[in-house]
């Protein structure tokens, strides 16, 4: 059952001064399946962070519907929009986006205090996946007191404690170091087995091939696709190096 529906997508941006019209995304439509593990790559200002901005209901298509399990992203209502995003999205950042003014706890936490839950349920709802994470015996520190990787995993905490339908991830092991890439990298996989769909936008092939499908964006479409099926990691890696090899030189459009 596909969860994310782009149907046609198209997003033009008119500059703000002469009227000139930029062309972001010219015709996007891909479906994200329940439980998929789906990375974007693509090259800059190929598309892929507008086409984020657009999944994420940060932004509106020119042209085009996203459906998020049915709903139309584009009918919900300006003042509805931040509690949809808080109830189905979740997002993980490269710059973590967590309040050095309140403990990763108090990180996690807001999103439910935001959607009014009281202190019992966020508790019951935290401790399992403080476990999962390994961050239950930092919960107390605020996010200038640990590691780079330590930090990402709080955000990926605060990104699940919500249940979302969808997790959004925006170069998510773009300022980690090697080892917490990898950690990382890991329990993404981890939590995908477990049934959370995520989708991911990246630079990083290391980071890509470890997702179950890569679309390659190109001048505002989807040029290419690539379905890990039984390939590892190190095989899915250099398809993936393949493909972007082509991208880069000029290569004509994959079906």
């Given at each position: 059952?596909?969860?994310?529906?782009?149907?046609?997508?198209?997003?033009?941006?008119?500059?703000?001064?002469?009227?000139?019209?930029?062309?972001?995304?010219?015709?996007?439509?891909?479906?994200?399946?329940?439980?998929?593990?789906?990375?974007?790559?693509?090259e800059s200002g190929s598309g892929k962070t507008t086409l984020l901005n657009i999944l994420a209901a940060l932004d509106k298509a020119t042209a085009g519907q996203v459906l998020l399990n049915g709903k139309n992203l584009s009918a919900i209502r300006e003042k509805e929009l931040s509690g949809f995003r808080r109830e189905n999205l979740g997002f993980v950042f490269q710059d973590f986006n967590l309040l050095d003014t309140f403990s990763?706890?108090?990180?996690?936490?807001?999103?439910?205090?935001?959607?009014?839950?009281?202190?019992?349920?966020?508790?019951?709802?935290?401790?399992?996946?403080?476990?999962?994470?390994?961050?239950?015996?930092?919960?107390?520190?605020?996010?200038?007191?640990?590691?780079?990787?330590?930090?990402?995993?709080?955000a990926v905490a605060r990104a699940l404690i919500t249940n979302p339908q969808l997790?959004?991830?925006?170069?998510?092991?773009?300022?980690?170091?090697?080892?917490?890439?990898?950690?990382?990298?890991?329990?993404?996989?981890?939590?995908?087995?477990?049934?959370?769909?995520?989708?991911?936008?990246?630079?990083?092939?290391?980071?890509?091939?470890?997702?179950?499908?890569?679309?390659?964006?190109?001048?505002g479409q989807v040029f290419h696709q690539i379905y890990k099926g039984s390939s590892s990691d190190e095989e899915m890696y250099q398809k993936i190096s393949d493909t972007l090899t082509v991208i880069t030189t000029g290569g004509g459009k994959h079906e």
């Amino acid at each position: 059952m596909a969860i994310l529906e782009v149907n046609n997508v198209k997003k033009v941006y008119t500059t703000r001064f002469g009227g000139n019209q930029v062309q972001a995304l010219s015709d996007v439509s891909f479906s994200v399946e329940k439980g998929e593990y789906v990375a974007i790559m693509g090259e800059s200002g190929s598309g892929k962070t507008t086409l984020l901005n657009i999944l994420a209901a940060l932004d509106k298509a020119t042209a085009g519907q996203v459906l998020l399990n049915g709903k139309n992203l584009s009918a919900i209502r300006e003042k509805e929009l931040s509690g949809f995003r808080r109830e189905n999205l979740g997002f993980v950042f490269q710059d973590f986006n967590l309040l050095d003014t309140f403990s990763l706890q108090d990180n996690i936490f807001l999103p439910l205090v935001l959607a009014g839950k009281n202190y019992n349920e966020m508790r019951t709802r935290l401790m399992p996946i403080a476990e999962k994470l390994a961050i239950n015996e930092i919960l107390s520190k605020y996010p200038y007191e640990v590691s780079g990787g330590q930090k990402q995993r709080a955000a990926v905490a605060r990104a699940l404690i919500t249940n979302p339908q969808l997790i959004l991830a925006d170069e998510p092991t773009g300022a980690l170091d090697s080892k917490a890439a990898e950690g990382l990298l890991a329990m993404f996989q981890s939590i995908n087995d477990e049934g959370q769909t995520i989708l991911m936008v990246t630079h990083s092939i290391k980071a890509a091939s470890c997702a179950k499908r890569v679309l390659f964006i190109k001048d505002g479409q989807v040029f290419h696709q690539i379905y890990k099926g039984s390939s590892s990691d190190e095989e899915m890696y250099q398809k993936i190096s393949d493909t972007l090899t082509v991208i880069t030189t000029g290569g004509g459009k994959h079906e």
